[in-house]
């Protein structure tokens, strides 16, 4: 099972809490993880990435094992960790301003 962390809007959206288990088959990947979350939780779609091209929102970022796994291919393997279920995948919105 991957464990999934929600940002406080997308747990208030789902009414689902802080983190979700997700059933996600390998190869484990941005992508499958979003993919599952936005089947069983089809009320975030859209809210993560976007709907057509499947893009990163641009306030979101991915973290897995204390590193930013935003920018990198959303097909790329996750850490062994993340799929073995020790280590959270994180959704976080980033915040802008100054």
Same mark, same amino acid.
């Given at each position: 099972? #991957? ?10 959206? @789902? $009414? @689902? ?6 059933? /996600?088959?390998p190869p /484990?990947? =941005?992508?499958? #993880? ?11 779609? !859209?809210?993560?990435?976007?709907? @057509?091209?499947?893009?990163? =929102? ?5 973290? @897995?094992? $204390? ?8 097909? &790329?393997?996750?850490?062994? &960790?993340?799929? =073995? ?5 994180? #959704? /976080?919105? &980033?915040? &802008? !301003?100054?």
């Amino acid at each position: 099972m #991957i464990r999934v962390v929600l940002p406080y809007h997308l747990q208030r959206l @789902a $009414n @689902a809490g802080r983190v979700v288990e997700l059933e /996600v088959e390998p190869p /484990v990947s =941005q992508r499958s #993880i979003l993919d599952a979350l936005e089947a069983r939780y089809p009320m975030l779609r !859209g809210t993560v990435r976007h709907r @057509a091209t499947g893009e990163r =929102q641009p306030f979101v970022r991915f973290f @897995a094992c $204390n590193e930013d796994f935003s920018l990198t291919s959303p097909d &790329a393997p996750l850490p062994d &960790a993340v799929v =073995q279920g020790k280590e959270e995948f994180m #959704i /976080v919105g &980033a915040m &802008a !301003g100054g």
